[in-house]
């Protein structure tokens, strides 16, 4: 079965970097794209990022973009959020989702547990 | 703020129905899909409908939706305590280039 674990989250400091991973299975992982999302404490959840599968394509919401990197290993079935220069309003559980694409649409269709990153001094 | 509109909170009583709206633009809801999820406490969302009207396998048929124009909704049928959660509307903006989501409504069962 379909399979998204995240790891790597943790408190970091104001202007400090964290690098997030996402390991997923029961897939073809080299063919599908891979999307970041995150929720605040409390809050909605918010669209970061996605990555296509052959590493040609990225795409960010501007209020991660420059901060945020997204890469991917297909060797290891493993997506990265690198994430610099974080913000108090960076608190957040991030969540991993393969970004699936019909004919039609594209959204992020199954989910990771999500790891709560927490930027604090 | 979002670019996409839902009721805060919606409740009723089990085994009733109960109706979620999202309201958007021209630039996503009214030319791109709907998507929707369900966020029960304490857990990770999960893909409740896609494209408008479509169920993920295991998604019982008490959940449905639908769209016109703008606007979407996502009905829950014959209401139980388990649908005790938080739900999404989402969709691709064109205009924006992102995927943006709606803020949520908490569904309460009385």
């Known amino acids: 079965q379909v399979q998204v674990v995240e790891s790597g989250g943790g408190l970091v400091k104001p202007g400090g970097s964290l690098r997030l991973s996402c390991a997923a299975s029961?897939?073809?992982?080299?063919?599908?794209?891979m999307s970041w999302i995150r929720q605040a404490p409390g809050k909605g959840l918010e669209w970061l990022a996605y990555?296509?599968?052959?590493?040609?394509?990225?795409n960010y919401v501007d209020s991660v973009k420059g901060r945020f990197t997204v890469s991917r290993d297909n060797a290891q079935n493993l997506v990265h959020l690198q994430m610099n220069s974080l913000r108090a309003e960076d608190t957040a559980v991030y969540y991993c989702?393969?970004?699936?694409?019909?004919?039609?649409?594209?959204?992020?269709?199954?989910w990771g547990q999500g790891t709560l990153v927490t930027v604090s001094s | 703020q979002s670019v996409l509109t839902q009721p805060p909170s919606a409740s009723e009583t089990p085994g009733q129905r109960v109706t979620i709206a999202c309201s958007g633009s021209?630039?996503?809801?009214?030319?791109?899909?709907v998507n929707w999820y369900q966020q029960l406490p304490g857990t990770a969302p999960k893909l409740l409908i896609y494209d408008n009207d479509q169920r993920p396998s295991g998604v019982p048929d008490r959940f449905s939706g639908s769209k016109s124009g703008t606007s979407a909704s996502l009905a829950i049928s014959r209401l139980q305590s388990e649908d005790e959660a938080d739900y999404y509307c989402a969709a691709w903006d064109n205009s924006l280039n992102v995927y943006v989501f709606g803020p949520g409504t908490k569904v309460t069962v009385l």
């Open positions: 021209s630039s996503n809801i009214g030319i791109n899909s």
């Open positions: 990555i296509s599968a052959s590493f040609s394509s990225t």
């Open positions: 029961g897939f073809t992982f080299s063919d599908s794209y």
């Open positions: 989702a393969r970004w699936y694409c019909s004919y039609t649409t594209c959204y992020p269709d199954f």
